[in-house]
């Protein structure tokens, strides 16, 4: 097959199950996705001892997962860029995005392999409400490569803002949050179409 590689800018509130307008069930008035991914943020179980926020969030290769395409094999991780939309007076932040568990390729003839994945973290410096169309390979936007060569695949992953320990992340307003973007590139090889 032919490599190919790819972008993908992924909503953190789409990977989270926030994928529209819900009836708050006390007040029966209308949530947006924007409310519901700032009531993720407030929820106790989303922060560490510290109270650095920790979203915990899955991704995969399964027909119809709504991000990686099927028709990829060996599609892995070439760098992360994050963006961090509706904060305000903070030029930039500081994101540890953690991968481990158990990760799956595609194979060549189409066949899924697992593999246990050792924990492996990646420090991102995180954009601030930057604008998606800047957000490409080419962008000012620092991307990491801390995860080069993982799985796109995981059903564990873990974003945490460290705000005890990082002083860049002290200012950080994380209730203003409406959103993390997480853009991915990566690569794979293109499977052989069927006849």
């Given at each position: 097959?032919?490599?190919q ?6 909503s953190?509130?789409t ?26 943020v407030?929820?106790?179980?989303n922060r ?7 979203l ?5 290769i399964d027909?119809?997962?709504?991000i ?11 760098d ?5 939309v509706g ?22 003839d189409?066949?899924?392999?697992q ?11 995180a954009a601030?409400n930057?604008?998606a ?5 080419d ?7 801390d995860?080069?060569g ?14 005890a320990d990082?002083?860049m992340?002290?200012?950080?307003n994380?209730?203003?949050l ?9 690569q794979g090889?293109?499977?052989p179409q069927s006849?």
């Amino acid at each position: 097959g032919t490599p190919q590689k790819r972008q993908d800018l992924i909503s953190l509130s789409t990977l989270l199950g926030i994928t529209g307008i819900i009836q708050d069930p006390v007040t029966h008035q209308p949530l947006s996705i924007i409310q519901q991914f700032q009531q993720k943020v407030a929820l106790p179980q989303n922060r560490d001892a510290a109270g650095n926020l920790e979203l915990k969030f899955r991704t995969s290769i399964d027909p119809g997962n709504g991000i990686f395409g099927t028709e990829l094999a060996m599609d892995t991780i070439q760098d992360v860029k994050i963006n961090l939309v509706g904060l305000s007076g903070s030029p930039t932040g500081y994101v540890t995005l953690i991968q481990s568990g158990t990760g799956r390729l595609r194979g060549e003839d189409g066949s899924l392999t697992q593999y246990d994945l050792q924990p492996k973290t990646a420090l991102v410096a995180a954009a601030i409400n930057a604008d998606a169309s800047i957000l490409g390979s080419d962008s000012t936007v620092p991307a990491s490569t801390d995860l080069f060569g993982r799985p796109v695949d995981d059903p564990s992953w873990t974003l945490l803002i460290d705000q005890a320990d990082d002083p860049m992340n002290a200012a950080l307003n994380l209730s203003q949050l409406q959103d993390i973007q997480i853009i991915l590139d990566h690569q794979g090889i293109t499977l052989p179409q069927s006849p």
